[in-house]
Nanobody, 115 residues
Framework: QVQLVESGGGLVQAEGSLRLSCAAS????????MGWSRQPPGKQRDFVAR???????NYAESVKGRFTISRDNAKNTVYLEMNSLKPEDSGVYYC?????????WGQGTQVTVSS
């Protein structure tokens, strides 16, 4: 089983930036994808970004051009650089690690963007 611990959330003004980190430990497999989803207040959890171990990325349309996902395989850590933040980016950001049908989730970190 994979354990995931997020950090880096907080309160930021619109157009500001934040960098989230997610450290993975436990049963890390060489082929796992890692990524981020978010859950705004009162809404469902939605996909934000994903990165394969080889570095291929994909993003939700709403964050393309503003967010950048990266990973350090040696540290089993994935990052989410968030720029030009908007109030609608607010929510709990969850890190995930997936391999085939198995997905592990972190406990989440709160991001609040004030207008």
């Amino acid at each position: 089983q994979v354990q995931l611990v997020e950090s880096g959330g907080g309160l930021v003004q619109a157009e500001g930036s934040l960098r989230l980190s997610c450290a993975a430990s436990g049963s890390i497999f060489s082929g796992d994808d890692m990524g981020w989803s978010r859950q705004p207040p009162g809404k469902q959890r939605d996909f934000v970004a994903r990165i394969t171990r080889g570095g291929r990325t994909n993003y939700a349309e709403s964050v393309k051009g503003r967010f950048t996902i990266s990973r350090d395989n040696a540290k089993n850590t994935v990052y989410l650089e968030m720029n030009s933040l908007k109030p609608e980016d607010s929510g709990v950001y969850y890190c995930f690690s997936s391999l085939g049908p198995v997905t592990s989730w972190g406990q989440g970190t709160q991001v609040t963007v004030s207008s």
